[in-house]
């Protein structure tokens, strides 16, 4: 599927001002942006097993479109939300459990890139992955 393989971080645009607003303190913000995060996904149908490894976590998820499944943030703020197709975007609605906000993810694969987009309370960011 479109989404399968292995992406590398390649760049970030207004990602430390996302994070500002996300309530992460500066010390966890610096560390964030030099991340080197890697993540393998690998598609079957309406099933997704994801696996993340940054400087400071390893993960694996699984998780099936439009099921609602828990996820902790690598700052530790965790979140309840699914992920739905929207033509040949991912598009994940995710509240808060602290304070119930609303964080909005959407990926999309745009030639050899992987384009991941937040937007959080009206600030948008976006993490471009490189295929490895």
């Not at 645009?13 to 393998?40: P, T």
């Not at 993340?52 to 828990?70: I, K, M, W």
């Not at 979140?79 to 959407?106: A, H, P, V």
Request: hydrophobic content about 35%; cysteine-free.
């Amino acid at each position: 599927m479109t989404f399968n393989g292995t992406w590398k971080i390649d760049r970030n645009d207004n990602y430390e001002k996302f994070m500002e607003q996300m309530g992460i303190n500066v010390m966890k913000r610096k560390l964030a942006a030099h991340d080197n995060l890697k993540v393998v996904i690998e598609q079957t149908g309406d099933k997704f097993h994801v696996k993340e490894g940054s400087n400071f976590r390893t993960l694996e998820l699984d998780f099936t479109l439009g099921v609602t499944f828990e996820y902790s943030l690598a700052d530790g703020t965790e979140l309840s939300g699914s992920w739905t197709m929207e033509g040949d975007m991912l598009k994940g609605i995710f509240m808060r459990k602290d304070n119930g906000k609303q964080l909005t993810t959407t990926r999309i694969v745009q030639g050899d890139e992987l384009i991941q987009s937040y937007n959080y309370e009206g600030v948008d960011a976006k993490r471009i992955f490189k295929r490895v």
